[in-house]
Structures are given as structure tokens and as C-alpha cells.
């Protein structure tokens, strides 16, 4: 499977944005997906996942009731919305696919795939 990241940008504190995550290859309804950020400087953060196992998503603390993971079936796509973005949310976001049924999903190493990064900024 191949992942492709996009939608980062700068915007404002206070602003939203919407990034995407295409997938190619099997359908992603039998992944674990995740979504990291990376500031510089700093190791990879967990932010949100999807887990089929389970069929929900969790989020990370410093995002929830902010941030919102949605899929896409038709389009191959999942998406994570950020809203109410602060400065501490810049980063460099990247998609994160897994097969396997159970996962330790906030850990990155457990994820097989990986899209290229997407660079947020956000501005105070």
C-alpha cells in the first residue's frame, strides 16, 4: 500500500485546516491508520488512530474536541480535520497504515506504512 499526505499549510491560531491521506493498493478498511506529527527537534507524536479491531478512533490529549479523523471509502481517503489550531500544533503530519489486527497504535514503530510528510504552521 501506498500513502500520499497532503493539505498542510499556514494558517492563523485559531484557524482550521484539513489534511488527506490517499491510499493506493488494498482497500484501507483492513489497516490501522494513524495520524503523527513531528515538530523539528522533537520525536514523532502520536495525534490520532483508527483501529478495525475496534472500529473507533482515539485521540491525543492535547487534540481532542479539536481535531477529527474521518474516512472516505470511495475516494481512498481519510482525513484528519484540525480546527481551532495553536502554535504548538506545528509539525510535520504523516499518515501511518498497519495490517495487523492488534497494534499498540500510539507507538509509531508499530506501523508498516507511512506517507511523506504534510507541514503545518500555525502562527501566533
Known amino acids: 500500500v501506498q500513502l500520499q499526505a497532503s493539505g498542510g499549510g499556514w494558517v492563523q491560531a485559531g484557524g482550521s485546516l484539513r489534511l488527506s491521506c490517499v491510499f493506493s493498493?488494498?482497500?484501507?478498511?483492513?489497516?490501522?491508520i494513524g495520524w503523527f506529527r513531528q515538530a523539528q527537534g522533537k520525536e514523532r507524536e502520536f495525534v490520532a488512530a483508527?483501529?478495525?479491531?475496534?472500529?473507533?478512533?482515539t485521540y491525543a490529549d492535547s487534540v481532542r474536541g479539536r481535531f477529527a479523523f474521518s474516512r472516505d471509502t470511495a475516494k481512498h481517503t481519510v482525513y484528519l480535520q484540525m480546527n481551532n489550531l495553536k502554535p504548538e500544533d506545528s509539525a510535520a503530519y504523516y499518515c501511518?497504515?498497519?495490517?495487523?489486527?492488534?497494534?499498540?497504535?500510539?507507538?509509531?514503530?508499530?506501523?508498516?506504512?507511512w506517507g511523506q510528510g504534510t507541514l503545518v504552521t500555525v502562527s501566533s
Open positions: 501511518a497504515a498497519d495490517p495487523n489486527y492488534y497494534i499498540r497504535f500510539r507507538n509509531p514503530d508499530e506501523y508498516d506504512f
Open positions: 493498493g488494498r482497500p484501507f478498511s483492513v489497516y490501522n
Open positions: 483508527f483501529t478495525w479491531s475496534s472500529d473507533r478512533t
